[in-house]
Nanobody
Framework: VQLQASGGGLVQAGGSLRLSCAAS????????VGWFRQAPGKEREFVLAISKSSGIVHYADSVKGRFTISRDNDKNTVYLQMNSLKPEDTAVYYC?????????????????WGQGTQVTVSS
């Protein structure tokens, strides 16, 4: 499966952005999808993940109450809605896919990755 992340940009603190992860290739509904982010000089970290049928969602503690994840399997797209953005949310955001039933929280658990989209939050 090929993944394409989009929707990044520059936003002020407190603002919102919605990222999209569009998939092509194999049946998208066969994959759990995760979002990760990587700030300059830091490791890539887990943000959110959603199972194939949207029944299971995992959140990183740092984004609980601010970020949500959803998917539209008919459109082969997963969305990351980011609200109340903070400067520390600034990073390149990546979406990733894996065929496991329970979505993982570790980057090594994902086989397919998109190219990343930059999110910059100004203070």
């Amino acid at each position: 499966v090929q993944l394409q992340a989009s929707g990044g940009g520059l936003v002020q603190a407190g603002g919102s952005l919605r990222l999209s992860c569009a998939a092509s290739g194999r049946t998208f509904s066969s994959y759990a999808v995760g979002w990760f982010r990587q700030a300059p000089g830091k490791e890539r970290e887990f943000v959110l993940a959603i199972s194939k049928s949207s029944g299971i969602v995992h959140y990183a503690d740092s984004v609980k109450g601010r970020f949500t994840i959803s998917r539209d399997n008919d459109k082969n797209t997963v969305y990351l809605q980011m609200n109340s953005l903070k400067p520390e949310d600034t990073a390149v955001y990546y979406c990733a896919a894996d065929s496991r039933l329970i979505p993982g929280r570790k980057k090594g658990e994902y086989d397919y990755w998109g190219q990343g989209t930059q999110v910059t939050v100004s203070s």
